[in-house]
């Protein structure tokens, strides 16, 4: 069973820029697709990244596509998002998951979630 942290959160300005990392331990990430989730508190955890375990596809959500980007090093057994132009409305936990059978959005594939690191993006 993977376990996963995450790291990188933390307070910037509008416009700043973060990275996050999830670090897996336990399995071989290769054998996942990953993907990168967010929740506000009293709101629904929301999609907002994935890649295929091979690193050749990736999806994203409509309000951060052109401003993150999700990629993976597999040696290192470690996800990134890089997360640029960051606004107010990006604010939340951000939760890194895995799932070892396909790519998806969907949060009810993931089976795997780490315990998330807090964004704050102040105005």
């Known amino acids: 069973q993977v376990q996963l942290v995450e790291s990188g959160g933390g307070l910037v300005q509008t416009g700043g820029s973060l990275r996050l990392s999830c670090v897996a331990s336990g399995g071989t990430l290769s054998n996942y697709a990953m993907g990168w989730f967010r929740q506000v508190l009293g709101k629904e955890r929301e999609f907002v990244a994935a890649?295929?375990?091979?690193?050749?596809?990736?999806y994203y959500a409509n309000s951060v596509s052109g401003r993150f980007t999700i990629s993976r090093d597999n040696a290192k057994n470690v996800v990134y998002l890089q997360m640029n132009s960051l606004l107010p409305e990006d604010t939340a936990v951000y939760y890194c998951?895995?799932?070892?059978?396909?790519?998806?959005?969907?949060?009810?594939?993931?089976?795997?979630w780490g315990q998330g690191t807090q964004v704050t993006v102040s105005s």
């Open positions: 998951a895995a799932d070892p059978v396909r790519l998806s959005m969907e949060r009810s594939n993931y089976d795997y």
């Open positions: 890649i295929h375990w091979s690193g050749d596809n990736t």
